[in-house]
């Protein structure tokens, strides 16, 4: 199962994100769990410093940006 975090403060693209993210798991029929981190103290811990940013299972995959579906697809089933 991945664990896949949606780290922001609650922004309009940390909320499309979390959206965008859950739909191309569901589309790749992955067991995941996704969950949102709004605490800036474990944001910051996690090294980073522009949201929306994503992680899965805690490595921060990328931030500052949203991407695209397929490239969340990619990440998502690349990742370890």
């Known amino acids: 199962m991945k664990k896949i975090q949606i ?3 609650g922004c309009a ?3 499309k994100l979390y959206s965008a ?4 798991a ?3 029929g992955l067991e995941y769990e996704i ?3 709004d605490d800036i103290e474990k944001i ?3 090294g ?3 949201t929306p940013a994503l992680a899965i299972n805690g490595e921060v995959k990328f931030a500052g940006r ?15």
Request: glycine residues 2%; negative net charge.
């Open 13 to 15: 693209k940390c909320a």
């Open 26 to 28: 569901k589309e790749l």
């Open 48 to 50: 980073v410093m522009m």
């Open 66 to 80: 949203l991407p695209s579906t397929e490239d969340l697809k990619k990440i998502i089933l690349e990742a370890k």
């Open 44 to 46: 910051t811990e996690m």
């Open 35 to 37: 969950e949102k981190v």
């Open 7 to 9: 780290l922001g403060m």
């Open 21 to 24: 993210a859950e739909a191309a």
